[in-house]
């Protein structure tokens, strides 16, 4: 690792990883197959066994990409679409069904009462994805009784319009900006939303020996709580935070997604609402300030500068602990959009000022 990435490139330094280059031929060449079971694999396993770890060949042997059904959620109209459990896209449905249950602050955006409505409905929504959120392999995730109106309406009834609600139990959260997001939309209406991470700064920290590349650090996302349903066990997949979205209504369909470990799913929600509750355009939407959580436990809230002194007054008044963080802070997240119209032929796209992404055309040769 300390050989491959420091010191950092200096500046004008060409930055080369021979290892990783010979490992790309031998995928170009061998496929899959070279990865999971040739030599790729081989060093991977010799580099875990040399660190104490147990990963072993029948792990690499035996895994196979899965081809899933999204769940989804209507949202005044709007459908959003997020992947299922393991990963986190229930926690920004579900903060959707409980903001349903209220109208729009008439008040605006920016509003306190706004601002209040999405943090308390995002503490609830991250509650019970903590609480039921695992590897549906092998526990059971009753993603249809959470995603029920039934429930929106309970967890929203929890809602006091005037006071911040500090007890609500989950799990401690993390975010690192490991992660790369890219949305694509292309001519014939066809969207793709992709979404790619090695959890945490640097991953594992680990370097694959001759291969040029770094292990992730997902056995994170495990708790080794007895009996919870997202303990620590063979063969099974933690709890995972990257969520690729989709967003459809009668004129678009829209390709997004926010990085930002566990801020995903309210930075997700905050966008939607944004759209569909505000009439944003969809680089509006990203534009727009937001809040995040340290933690969905207590009443500690991060949001950007750019609230007016009433609102972060509102929102102080009501028992938020407020952190408050630079314009266009990369804490909040970063996303972009992709999107075709239904009608065909055209597309938009948008990117997030809080990191270095782009929204361009594909060049005339496309």
């Known amino acids: 690792f300390q050989r491959l990435f420091l010191p950092p490139p200096a500046t004008g330094r060409i930055f080369r990883n021979p290892d990783l280059a010979r490992c790309l031929k031998l995928l170009a060449d061998g496929g899959r197959e070279e990865f999971y079971q040739g030599a790729i694999a081989e060093a991977i396993l010799a580099t875990s066994r040399q660190l104490g770890g147990v990963l072993s060949a029948g792990d690499l042997a035996g895994y196979e990409s899965e081809w899933v059904e999204p769940i989804s959620t209507r949202y005044r109209g709007v459908t959003v679409y997020e992947l299922p459990p393991n990963g986190q896209g229930l926690a920004a449905l579900l903060m959707l069904n409980i903001l349903a249950r209220f109208e729009p602050a008439a008040q605006g955006v920016l509003s306190p009462e706004e601002w ?46 005037d006071k911040a609600n500090c007890a609500v139990a989950a799990a ?34 680990v370097a694959v020996r001759g291969c040029g590349f770094l292990l992730h650090n997902r056995g994170a996302g495990f708790t080794l709580e ?13 709890f995972h935070t990257i969520i690729p979205g989709f967003f459809e209504d009668k004129e678009w369909r829209a390709a997004f997604g926010i990085m930002g470990g566990p801020n995903q799913p309210l930075a997700h929600a905050q966008w939607v609402s944004n759209a569909v509750d505000f009439g944003m355009d969809f680089q509006a939407a990203l534009d727009a300030p937001r809040f995040t959580k340290p ?26 602990l407020l952190e ?18 239904r009608s065909g032929g055209i597309q938009a796209a948008a990117a997030d000022p809080r990191s270095d992404g782009e929204a361009v055309p594909a060049p005339p040769a496309y």
């Open 116 to 161: 209040h409505k999405r943090i308390e409905a995002m503490k609830l929504a991250y509650a019970d994805a903590a609480a039921s959120v695992a590897d549906p392999k092998l526990v059971r995730v009753p993603v249809g009784q959470l995603l029920s109106p039934e429930h929106a309406a309970s967890r929203a009834r929890l809602i006091q319009p």
């Open 172 to 205: 401690g959260l993390r975010s690192t900006p490991d992660t790369t997001y890219l949305a694509v939309a292309d001519r014939e209406g066809n969207v793709a939303s992709w979404i790619q991470s090695i959890s945490w700064l640097w991953g594992s920290g």
């Open 226 to 238: 007895p009996g919870h349903p997202n303990v620590l066990a063979p063969g099974k997949r933690p």
């Open 295 to 320: 933690s969905a436990r207590g009443c500690e809230v991060r949001v950007e500068n750019r609230l007016p002194a009433a609102t972060l007054e509102g929102l102080s008044r009501r028992g938020h």
């Open 324 to 341: 408050i963080r630079a314009a266009y802070s990369t804490a909040m997240g970063r996303g972009g959009v992709a999107a075709a119209s």
